[in-house]
């Protein structure tokens, strides 16, 4: 049964994850510097304002007399310019997203970036329509790692958690997700391959995209 859904951003509705995936690395290329795997898959977990510290914090910025506001907006830049223009839906995206409001079925999305960055793209698709709300961790102040964002999400749609499903491609948000009584959806993103064959595990249902996932299977659990 499923009453109420909330949808990641990035690797999930919209391709962005490589763009994301490599902001830190290609930011610290005008200072001759570079980030490892280990510190990419940090960031990858972080929002901007957090990731922005992290690497201000690793590389002694502060040493060459930068803020961390600087590393923010440095990194900021190129990824404005990428939901505003580049920035693609998801094979299935669009379809589940309609397939949802069809039904009555409410959808809060529950991201990492920056509200108005995603929302800019999601609109670019006419996608936005489909969307009652849209949950940053940047603006409420919490990662999704965390319950208060998702709690957020669910008591907007006035729902107990067993009645909404969630759709991520992020294990560890999966992880919260599931902990916190929600009925999972993992989906597959390149980003997040390591971790498939857990997320597959963890996840109720999942995908290698949106299009594989069967509304109607998930109506009758």
Not at 57 to 72: A, K, M, N
Not at 96 to 123: F, H, M, Y
Request: with cysteine; charged share 25%; aromatic share 10%.
């Amino acid at each position: 049964m499923i009453k109420g859904a909330i949808f990641d951003i990035d690797g999930t509705l919209l391709d962005t994850m490589p763009m994301w995936y490599h902001a830190g690395n290609n930011y610290l290329k005008q200072f001759g510097l570079q980030t490892t795997k280990e510190i990419d898959d940090d960031l990858f977990c972080m929002s901007l304002p957090i990731g922005a510290q992290y690497i201000w914090d690793i590389f002694s910025l502060g040493e060459r007399g930068i803020t961390v506001d600087d590393v923010r907006a440095g990194i900021k830049a190129p990824v404005v310019e990428y939901y505003n223009s580049k920035a693609e839906p998801k094979p299935g995206a669009k379809a589940i997203l309609a397939a949802l409001k069809e039904n009555g079925i409410p959808v809060t999305v529950v991201t990492s970036s920056d509200r108005v960055d995603v929302s800019a793209a999601l609109e670019r698709h006419d996608m936005l329509k489909y969307v009652d709300k849209v949950f940053s961790c940047t603006e409420v102040g919490s990662p999704k790692s965390e319950p208060t964002i998702w709690n957020m999400a669910k008591d907007h749609m006035g729902l107990e958690p067993e009645d909404i499903w969630v759709f991520e491609d992020g294990l560890y948000a999966i992880r919260t997700a599931s902990g916190l009584g929600f009925r999972t959806v993992g989906v597959y993103d390149d980003a997040s391959r390591p971790d498939w064959e857990d997320i597959q595990k963890e996840a109720d249902i999942s995908g290698l995209d949106l299009s594989h996932i069967d509304l109607e299977e998930i109506k009758t659990r």
